[in-house]
């Protein structure tokens, strides 16, 4: 129980970022679940929409402090990377290319000629 005014405000104040970061987080958490959604379909152009809005949320939840930058580059890297693999992979089978070596973040190691 707060003994002062101020630590009534203190309170109050707290009440509300908590709250408004919770939504924030939440957020996050649901464009991240589209997202995978779309790449495990294959929706090329809903993932791509999916991807750009998780990365503006990352980047406002940044912004405000809900999350650390490093936390909010650490979460958004890995759907670069699989956005990056499954395109790379839609465009290397139209060369009659093939993908090698399963990794758990990305999916797979892509051959190319220059290797």
Same mark, same amino acid.
């Given at each position: 129980?707060?003994?002062? *005014? +101020?630590? !009534? %405000?203190?309170? &109050?104040?707290?009440?509300?970022?908590?709250?408004?970061?919770?939504?924030? /987080?939440?957020?996050? *958490? +649901?464009? !991240? %679940?589209?997202? &995978?959604?779309?790449?495990?379909?294959?929706?090329?152009?809903?993932?791509? /929409?999916?991807?750009?809005?998780?990365?503006?949320?990352?980047?406002?939840?940044?912004?405000?402090?809900?999350?650390?930058?490093?936390?909010?580059?650490?979460?958004?890297a890995?759907f670069?990377?699989?956005?990056?693999?499954?395109?790379?992979?839609?465009?290397?089978?139209?060369?009659?290319?093939?993908?090698?070596?399963?990794?758990?973040?990305?999916?797979?190691?892509?051959?190319?000629?220059?290797?």
């Amino acid at each position: 129980m707060p003994n002062t *005014k +101020s630590a !009534e %405000r203190r309170v &109050r104040n707290s009440a509300r970022r908590a709250l408004s970061n919770r939504r924030s /987080k939440t957020r996050i *958490k +649901s464009l !991240e %679940r589209k997202l &995978r959604d779309a790449i495990k379909t294959g929706k090329k152009d809903e993932a791509a /929409k999916a991807l750009q809005a998780v990365s503006s949320a990352f980047d406002k939840a940044a912004k405000s402090g809900v999350v650390p930058v490093e936390s909010a580059r650490f979460g958004f890297a890995p759907f670069s990377s699989i956005m990056r693999a499954t395109s790379t992979a839609v465009s290397l089978s139209a060369l009659g290319m093939t993908a090698i070596a399963p990794l758990p973040f990305i999916g797979s190691v892509l051959t190319s000629a220059a290797m």
